[in-house]
């Protein structure tokens, strides 16, 4: 476990000063200093949006270019969401698999969802004990339902930092960083495009959790 809460810190460094170092600039000139920056420091080139929120449509657009999406997500709402819409349609029809990591619910009290749970009541009053660990299971029931129909998708889940979501296909990785005191809609949002060094470490993010989660079953 504390291997891979330090693969995270690592990975996510990286990431933290690129977003940094773009926004050190206005909006308008935001753009070219951070894909220039994130050259410098040997990440490929990416696009740094503030908020996740942002990135739905052209979200959306990857995924229906995509063969394959891997998904770790802190809550899985977009799971439910128009963006996704194609992708369990195409499962099976032109795209080749669909893995989804959602947090483990069944991990009890002390778990990394009910710390990220305790986080956000800090922020958002209407978050009581149990609602976070509810939404997850609800989106986890949407995907189980899609599953039993499109048996390229997987669905495992995780006991992990519940700190980042990640959306990954063949060609484009989505690397949110939470904010420890913002809803993961309003944290900012890395896309970085395959081959890089940031579309390498989401894979090998993702993998690692994957390897360490458990079935849906």
Sequence with gaps: MSEFVLGVVSSLLAAALTVLGGWAFSPNSRRWPTAVLSRLLGLGAIRVLPRQQL??????????????????????????????????????????????????????????????????????????AGLLADQVRVNATYVSEVRRRRELVSLRFYNLPNVHRLVITDDVAYLTMYRQTEHGRNSPCIVVHRPSVLYDHALLLFATAWEHSRPAD
């Design 55 to 128: 990135a739905a449509r052209e979200l959306a657009a990857d995924l229906a270019r995509a063969r394959w999406v891997r998904v770790l997500a802190g809550r899985g709402n977009e799971l439910t969401r128009d963006s996704f819409a194609q992708v369990w349609e195409a499962a099976g029809k032109g795209l080749d698999s669909v893995q989804v990591l959602l947090p483990d619910t069944m991990a009890g009290h002390d778990s990394w969802l009910s710390q990220r749970e305790s986080d956000m009541r800090h922020v958002d009053l209407g978050f009581s």
